[in-house]
C-alpha cells in the first residue's frame, strides 16, 4: 500500500502532495523536508529505490518535476515506479504536455486525476482509456455546468 | 505566464496563483497571502451570501494556500457546506478540501458523514464514487461505523456499476484496516472472492488488494481464492498483450494485477491440490520463460513491467521454498540481473538473492555468484546498492567462502561510507567468529578491524576477542605477538591499546623471551600510548602494569616509578588514582606470593556468547545454532580491582542486586503479607495439595512473581527474575499455622531428560519453620536447551506429627529466558518469512476463556517475555511480538501474532521460531492464557 506520494520541484517546493495514512501535520512537514533534500542530493544515474525508515522510496524526475512515492516492504518497487510513470501520462494526455506550470495552475485537477488511479493508496484503474473516459465525463459536467449558470446569469433559465 | 486553465477554470483563483509566482521576496508572498487570507475571511464573514462559486473559488484558494506551506484555520465549513451543493464541480472541491484539510476528529465529521451519506445513494455514480473516495481517504473509525454496512453490498451488488465496485473495493480495503470488524466473517466470504472472475480486469485488480488484506486476517476462510487466484494468473500470462486491449501496460498483459495475483498466494503455502499447483507452477515456468525472450520494446516501462511481474514470481517461488528447479531458474535469472545495466535492476536482485541464499535449496547456487556481488561492492556507484551487496555477502558466507568474504568485506570498509561502517564491522566480526577454523584468523581479522575502522568498532567486538583470547589457550601467544606488532604501528587506535594492553597483561610472557619483545620493550611500548589515551584506558593500562609486576619482576621499578608519578597518583581522576595507589602498595607490601595469587591469569570466561550479535539485531535469525550473546559483559578490567581489594569478582548476570530485592529470612508476618498480599484464595483442605495448585503454577506463564500454591498450612510463594539463560528463584514458604513446622525439607528436581536441558541448584532451606514465620530459599537455574517440562519441587514436614507431603512443580518455562527484541517491520516480515517451513511454524485457534481486552492482552504478552510491536501489523487490533529465546546452547529466535476476532469471541495465534518444536512449546504455554 503506497503511504504517500509527493510531488516536488528541483527547488524542492512541494507541488502535490497526498496522504494516504494518517500522519501528524508536525510529521508530515518533516517527512516533506527530509525526502526532498535527501531525493535532491542524489545523482541522476543512481537506483530509483531507497530504504527509509520502515519504507522504501521510490522516486523518478519527469523534467523539472520530482515524483515520490513511499511504500511498504512487500510492496513491488518497479510496479509502483510504473505507478508513477502512468500517472505522469494521465496528467500528460489531460493537460496535453504537461509541464510543471499546468501542476501548479491546475493544482486540483491534479488531485483528481490521482484520485482516478488510486484510492486509499492501492491501484484503483490501471487502464489509461477508462481514467481519461472517466475525467473528460468530469468536465463535461463541468462544462455543463457553468452554461448553465451562464444562461442563469442573463436570466435565460 | 499563465497556461491555460482547463474546464470552467476559476480566473481569480488563477490569478492570484500568478501574483503569487510573480512575489519577488518571501516576504512579498506572505504579504500577498495574508492579503488574500484577510479577504476571504472578510467574504465568508460578509452579510452577503455567497453562491457556489464563489464559495468554490475561496476555498480552493485556501487549499493552494495550504499546498504553499501555510496552516489554515477556517473556511471548512464553507467547504462542507460545498458538499450538498448539486453541482458537481462544486462538490468535488468540497470533497477535495476535506480530504486533504479536515481530520477526522473534526467536530464537522457528522454533518461530513451526513453528506456522504446522501451521496452514496444518489443515482449517480459519479456522485457515489466522490462519497467513497472521502471515505476512503478519511477512513476513520467513525466512518466505518457509519458505512460500513452499506458498502459492502455494493461491492456484491449486481445492479453496481463497475467503476462504483473498484471504488468500494478499495474504500472497504481502508475501512477494513481501521476496523476488522466492518466485513463479517461468512456470508460475505464467496461473494468477495468471486470478485477474483469477474469480467472487468479494473474490479478484479481492486478487489485482489481487498481479499489480500482480508486473507491475511484469517487463511483458512479465504482459502477458496488460491484456485482462482491461480487461474486468473495463468489466464493473463498465457493471454497475448493484444488480448487484454487497454490492461496491456507497454507489451505487458495486466502487470499490476499479475503481481496482486502473485502476492496474494504468498499469504498461502503452495497449493495442496495437485492440478492447481501444477498449473501454478506453469504460470511460474511461463513468466521465467518470458524474461529469456527478446524485448517487445526498448522503453524502459517495458522492461520494468515485465520484471516486476517476475520479481512478484521470483518471491513466490522463495516464499514456497519448494521446487528446487524454480529455485535455481530464479537464482540464475537473479544473476543475470547483476551485472544488468539498470541500477535498479541490479538492487532488486541483490536485494532478492538475499533471500534465496536463506534457502538450503538455493544457497550454493547463490554462491555461484559471489565473484560478482564482491565486484558490486567495489563498483557500485550507489551507496544503497553497495549497502545491498553487503548484506547478499552476509547472507551467502558459510564456512568454505568465509576467509573470502570476510577478507573483501575488511578491504571495503577501508572506503566504506560512513553510514554503513558500524553495521559492517559488527557482520565482520560476526562471521568472523562464526566460520573461523583457526583462531588465529580471527584474531587477525578483529586486530583489521581495529585498525581499518577502530571508531566503529564497539565495546562488544573489544570485549569478545579478549573473551575468546584469554578462553582458547592454543591462540593466546599468537595474539600476544600480533597485538605487539600492531601496537608498533606509530599512530594506533586506541580500541587496540585497550585490546592489546588486555591481552599483554595477561599473555605477555608469551613472548617475553624474543629479544624484541623483552618486558621492557613491551612495557615501554604500552606506555608510549598511555599519555594520548582517556582515562579509562588508562585505568586499563594500570592494570596490566601490575600484571607486569608480577609477570616480570625484573622491570618492577620502572614501573612503581610510572604508578608513583603525580599525575596517575594524584590524578584529577579518582578511578586512576585509586588504581594507582592500590597498585603501588600492593607491589610494596606484599610478598610475591600474594602477589601471584592476586594478579593471577584470568580464569576462562563462562562460554556465554557473543554480544555483538545482540547488536545486529538486522539479522539475529542468521546466526545459526553457534552464535550465542549475553547482554552485557562486565568491563572485566574492573575485576581486578575487585580482586585486590578482596572483593568477589563480581559475576554480573547472576547478582540481581538492582533487582527487587528479596525479603530476608527473619522476616516476620508483615512481609509474609506484604509478599503476598494478592493472595485470593480462601483456605484449603490441609495435606495434600488440591487441584488448585495445578492453575496456580500456570499463572506463572505471564508472570514472576506470587503464590504457588496455599492451603491451610502452608503457603508458597514464588520471586523470579531471569536473564539471557539464567534465572534466580527466590522461594518463600510461610507458615500460616501457630505451630512450629518440623523436618523441613525440599527437593527440587529435574527428571528425566529435562535434566540434560534444564540445571538447577537450590540453596539448603532450615529445617524448622516457626510459627507465622516465613524462610526463604534460592534457586538458580540455567537453560541448557529448549525444554518442554516444569522441574518437581517436593516439598515434606511435620505438622501436628503428621508428616505432608507436596508435590508442585516450579513455575519455570521456555519462555522465561526471553530476550525481548525490538524490531521494525521490514525485518519483522522479513524473518517471518523467512522461518516459513512447517516444522517452524505452531497455529492454534481457539475460543477466548478470558474477556478480550487488548490491554490485559498487551500486558500478558509482554508478561510472557516477548516485545510487543506496534504498528506492524496492518490490522491495528493484532499482536505482534518477537523475542529471543536464550539456552546455553543456543538462540532461538521465535516471532508471534495474535490475531483477535471480537465477533467471534475466538483467537488465532500463531509462532514461528527458528527451532524446530520450540513454536510449538510457546504455543501450548500462552494460548491457555487468553
Given at each position: 500500500m503506497m503511504q504517500f506520494m509527493l510531488l516536488f520541484s528541483r527547488q524542492g517546493k512541494i507541488r502535490l502532495q497526498k496522504w494516504y495514512a494518517a500522519f501528524p501535520d508536525k510529521v508530515k512537514k518533516k517527512i516533506m523536508r527530509e525526502l526532498t533534500t535527501l531525493i535532491l542530493s542524489r545523482q541522476s544515474k543512481m537506483c530509483s529505490f531507497l530504504e527509509w525508515k520502515d519504507l522504501k522510496i521510490v522516486y523518478k524526475r519527469y523534467a523539472s518535476l520530482h515524483f515520490c512515492c513511499a511504500i511498504e516492504q512487500d510492496d513491488n518497487e518497479l510496479l509502483y515506479l510504473e505507478i508513477i510513470h502512468r500517472y505522469v501520462e494521465l496528467l500528460d494526455k489531460y493537460f496535453g504536455s504537461v509541464c510543471e506550470l499546468d501542476i501548479i495552475f491546475n493544482f486540483e485537477k491534479a488531485y483528481f486525476i490521482l484520485d482516478e488511479l488510486l484510492i486509499g493508496g492501492e491501484i484503483q484503474e490501471t487502464s489509461k482509456k477508462s481514467i481519461l473516459k472517466a475525467l473528460a465525463a468530469q468536465d463535461l459536467l463541468q462544462e455543463e455546468e457553468a452554461i448553465e449558470g451562464a444562461l442563469r446569469d442573463i436570466g435565460l433559465v | 505566464m499563465m497556461p491555460a486553465v482547463r474546464g470552467d477554470g476559476m480566473r481569480g483563483l488563477a490569478v492570484f496563483i500568478s501574483d503569487i509566482r510573480n512575489c519577488k521576496s518571501k516576504e512579498a508572498e506572505i504579504k500577498r497571502i495574508n492579503k488574500e487570507l484577510a479577504n476571504i475571511r472578510s467574504k465568508f464573514k460578509g452579510d452577503k451570501t455567497l453562491d457556489g462559486y464563489q464559495k468554490k473559488k475561496y476555498v480552493c484558494k485556501l487549499l493552494f494556500i495550504f499546498l504553499l506551506g501555510h496552516d489554515i484555520d477556517f473556511g471548512h465549513m464553507e467547504a462542507v457546506n460545498l458538499l450538498s451543493s448539486n453541482k458537481y464541480t462544486e462538490k468535488q472541491i468540497g470533497y477535495l478540501f476535506i480530504s486533504v484539510l479536515v481530520d477526522s476528529t473534526s467536530d464537522l465529521m457528522k454533518l461530513i458523514i451526513q453528506s456522504i451519506k446522501n451521496d452514496l445513494s444518489s443515482r449517480n455514480p459519479v456522485h457515489v464514487n466522490l462519497a467513497l473516495q472521502c471515505i476512503a481517504n478519511i477512513g476513520s473509525k467513525e466512518m466505518a461505523d457509519s458505512f460500513g454496512n452499506e458498502i459492502p453490498k455494493l461491492l456484491v451488488s449486481g445492479d453496481t456499476m463497475d467503476t462504483v465496485k473498484q471504488s468500494a473495493a478499495l474504500c472497504l480495503l481502508r475501512l477494513f484496516r481501521t476496523q476488522p470488524d466492518v466485513i463479517p466473517s461468512g456470508e460475505w466470504t464467496s461473494r468477495i472472492i468471486h470478485l477474483l472472475n469477474d469480467q472487468h480486469m479494473g474490479v478484479v485488480t481492486a478487489a485482489c488488494s481487498l481479499i489480500d488484506a482480508l486473507v491475511k486476517r484469517n487463511p483458512d476462510e479465504y482459502k477458496g481464492c488460491i484456485s482462482l487466484a491461480v487461474s486468473r494468473l495463468s489466464r493473463i500470462v498465457t493471454a497475448s498483450y493484444t488480448d487484454l486491449q487497454d490492461y496491456t501496460y507497454y507489451f505487458v498483459p495486466a502487470p499490476w494485477l499479475s503481481v496482486k495475483l502473485l502476492r496474494l498466494l504468498?499469504?498461502?503455502?503452495?497449493?495442496?491440490d495437485p492440478g492447481v499447483k501444477g498449473r501454478l507452477n506453469e504460470c511460474l515456468e511461463t513468466i521465467l520463460n518470458k524474461a529469456q525472450e527478446p524485448p517487445k520494446s526498448k522503453k524502459v516501462q517495458h522492461s520494468n513491467a515485465k520484471n516486476s511481474v517476475l520479481f512478484e514470481a521470483i518471491s513466490l517461488i522463495i516464499h514456497s521454498d519448494s521446487e528446487p528447479n524454480l529455485l535455481v531458474r530464479a537464482c540464475n535469472q537473479l544473476g543475470s540481473f547483476l551485472s544488468h545495466r539498470e541500477t535498479n535492476l541490479r538492487y532488486l536482485a541483490l536485494e532478492s538473492m538475499c533471500l534465496l541464499a536463506t534457502s538450503e535449496l538455493s544457497h550454493e547456487a547463490v554462491k555461484k555468484h559471489q565473484e560478482t556481488v564482491i565486484n558490486a561492492l567495489k563498483t557500485e556507484r550507489d551507496v544503497s546498492v553497495r549497502q545491498r551487496a553487503v548484506d547478499l555477502l552476509y547472507a551467502m558466507c558459510d564456512k568454505t567462502n568465509a576467509e573470502e568474504i570476510v577478507q573483501e568485506m575488511l578491504h571495503y570498509l577501508e572506503t566504506a561510507d560512513y553510514s554503513i561502517r558500524e553495521e559492517m564491522v559488527l557482520k565482520v566480526a560476526i562471521l568472523a567468529e562464526k566460520y573461523a577454523a583457526d583462531y588465529t584468523w580471527y584474531v587477525d581479522v578483529i586486530l583489521n578491524l581495529i585498525r581499518i575502522a577502530g571508531d566503529y568498532v564497539s565495546e562488544e567486538v573489544w570485549y569478545r576477542v579478549i573473551q575468546i583470547v584469554v578462553n582458547r589457550e592454543d591462540v593466546q601467544g599468537y595474539a600476544a605477538k600480533t597485538v605487539f606488532e600492531a601496537l608498533q604501528a606509530p599512530a594506533c587506535h586506541e580500541n587496540m591499546v585497550k585490546v592489546g594492553g588486555y591481552i599483554l597483561g595477561e599473555f605477555g610472557n608469551l613472548i617475553a623471551g624474543d629479544a624484541r619483545s623483552t618486558p621492557i620493550i613491551q612495557f615501554r611500548l604500552l606506555h608510549s600510548k598511555f599519555h594520548l589515551c582517556s582515562p579509562m584506558t588508562r585505568a586499563l593500562l594500570l592494570s596490566t602494569y601490575v600484571k607486569f609486576i608480577n609477570l616480570f619482576s625484573e622491570i618492577k621499578g620502572d614501573i612503581q616509578e610510572v604508578l608513583k608519578a603525580d599525575t596517575n597518583i594524584r590524578s584529577a581522576d579518582a578511578e586512576l588514582q585509586q588504581r594507582a595507589s592500590e597498585y603501588l602498595n600492593l607491589s610494596r607490601m606484599v610478598s610475591q606470593d600474594v602477589l601471584a595469587t592476586v594478579l593471577e591469569e584470568m580464569p576462562p570466561f563462562p562460554e556465554r556468547e557473543s554480544s555483538i550479535l545482540a547488536k545486529l539485531?538486522?539479522?539475529?535469525?542468521?546466526?545459526?545454532?553457534t552464535e550465542h550473546k549475553e547482554s552485557k559483559m562486565p568491563p572485566a578490567i574492573m575485576n581486578h580491582t575487585n580482586d585486590i581489594k578482596g572483593g568477589v569478582a563480581a559475576d554480573d548476570i547472576l547478582d540481581f542486586k538492582a533487582s527487587a530485592p528479596i525479603p530476608d529470612r527473619q522476616g516476620d508476618q508483615n512481609i509474609l503479607h506484604d509478599v503476598f498480599s494478592s493472595i485470593s484464595n480462601g483456605p484449603q483442605a490441609a495435606h495434600l495439595p488440591s487441584t488448585s495448585h495445578v492453575d496456580n503454577l500456570n499463572k506463572f506463564v505471564c508472570k514472576?512473581?506470587?503464590?504457588?500454591f496455599e492451603n491451610d498450612i502452608i503457603q508458597i510463594g514464588i520471586k523470579a527474575e531471569f536473564r539471557q539463560n539464567l534465572g534466580r528463584l527466590g522461594i518463600f514458604y510461610g507458615n500460616k499455622t501457630t505451630m512450629p513446622l518440623q523436618g523441613f525439607s525440599t527437593q527440587i528436581s529435574c527428571s528425566g531428560s529435562l535434566a540434560l536441558k534444564l540445571m538447577v541448584q537450590a540453596k539448603p532451606v532450615d529445617p524448622v519453620i516457626e510459627a507465622g514465620a516465613q524462610i526463604q530459599q534460592l534457586v538458580n537455574v540455567e537453560s541448557i536447551d529448549d525444554f518442554k517440562e516444569h522441574p518437581g519441587l517436593v516439598v515434606t514436614f511435620m505438622y501436628s506429627a503428621v508428616q505432608q507431603r507436596l508435590d508442585l512443580k516450579l513455575p519455570v518455562t521456555l519462555n522465561k529466558f526471553f530476550e525481548p527484541t525490538e524490531m521494525n517491520s521490514e525485518s519483522f516480515f522479513s524473518r517471518w518469512k523467512i522461518l516459513s517451513t512447517p516444522s517452524q511454524e505452531s497455529q492454534h485457534i481457539f475460543k477466548a476463556t478470558?474477556?478480550?481486552d487488548p490491554e490485559a492482552t498487551a500486558n500478558k504478552l509482554t508478561g510472557f517475555g516477548m516485545q510487543l510491536l506496534p504498528n506492524i501489523d496492518p490490522n491495528p487490533d493484532n499482536f505482534v511480538c518477537a523475542g529471543i529465546i536464550h539456552s546455553r546452547n543456543q538462540q532461538v529466535g521465535c516471532l508471534l501474532r495474535l490475531e483477535p476476532n471480537k465477533q467471534a469471541q475466538m483467537y488465532r495465534l500463531t509462532i514461528r521460531a527458528s527451532k524446530d518444536t520450540v513454536a510449538g512449546s510457546l504455543l501450548e504455554l500462552l494460548y491457555p492464557e487468553f
Open positions: - | 504468498q499469504n498461502y503455502p503452495p497449493p495442496d539485531k538486522k539479522n539475529p535469525w542468521r546466526q545459526g545454532d514472576n512473581n506470587g503464590v504457588l478470558k474477556p478480550m
